[in-house]
Each structure stands twice: as C-alpha cells, then as structure tokens.
C-alpha cells in the first residue's frame, strides 16, 4: 500500500502523458490522495535578521515507522534526509506539466538511494 504524506494530490500518468495540456484526466493512471497530517523535516533557525538566514533541518516529523507492505510518498527534500536509514520513501519523478508550466503531476514514483 501506497500512503501519500505530502500536503497534496499526486497525480500518477501514464508514460504516454506529454506536457503542454491542462486536461488532468488524459492518460491518468492514480491520484493518491493525501493523507491528513504531511511528514516534513523540522526546522531551526540559526541566525536570524542576516541574509543569508541559517536554517539547521531536523529529524522527520509525521513520519510513521516502516511498516511491511506500506510505502510512503514525501517531499525530496524528506526522502534525501533519510535516504540512508528508509528504503520506504518514495518522491514523485518525471513531472508533467500544464500548459503554463505549473506541475500538475508524475510519470513515476522514485526511491532515492
């Protein structure tokens, strides 16, 4: 099973799907829903009022442990931060593109190694 921890749909095309069409439906092949709490890497600031603000990033937050036969889907930057101790992240990969550009969904999940 497959759980979406990230704060919005994600919408999984076909291969097939070309960017450029603000049809969502064309060649859709799942939308994961998101789950009602996103994991995400818990931040602090180490210096403020100076620019370039210092920000230090944490541990994961919202994250359940590993479960057998669960897979979750997070942020890049989520995933990156626990590449070496989770092989049950997975980040959307091969974005598909509206016709302004915007993102509207993925060819594909990755596990980043």
Same mark, same amino acid.
């Given at each position: 099973?497959?759980?979406?921890?990230? /704060?919005? +749909?994600? @919408? !999984?095309?076909?291969? *097939?799907?070309?960017? %450029?069409?603000?049809?969502?439906?064309?060649?859709?092949?799942?939308?994961?829903?998101?789950? /009602?709490? +996103?994991? @995400? !890497?818990?931040?602090? *600031?180490?210096?403020? %009022?100076?620019?370039?603000?210092?920000?230090?990033?944490?541990?994961?937050?919202?994250?359940? /442990?590993?479960?057998?036969?669960?897979?979750?889907?997070?942020?890049?930057?989520?995933?990156?931060?626990?590449?070496?101790?989770?092989?049950?992240?997975?980040?959307?990969?091969?974005?598909?593109?509206?016709?302004?550009?915007?993102?509207?969904?993925?060819?594909?999940?990755?596990?980043?190694?």
């Amino acid at each position: 099973m497959i759980l979406n921890l990230t /704060p919005h +749909p994600i @919408r !999984l095309y076909w291969g *097939e799907r070309e960017d %450029g069409s603000d049809d969502l439906d064309a060649h859709l092949m799942k939308v994961y829903e998101p789950e /009602p709490t +996103p994991a @995400r !890497l818990a931040t602090n *600031e180490v210096s403020s %009022g100076m620019w370039p603000v210092l920000v230090e990033f944490g541990h994961a937050q919202n994250l359940p /442990p590993k479960q057998d036969g669960y897979q979750y889907i997070v942020s890049l930057v989520v995933a990156l931060a626990l590449a070496d101790r989770r092989n049950d992240l997975l980040v959307p990969y091969r974005e598909v593109r509206n016709a302004s550009g915007t993102v509207i969904g993925c060819r594909a999940l990755a596990q980043p190694v």
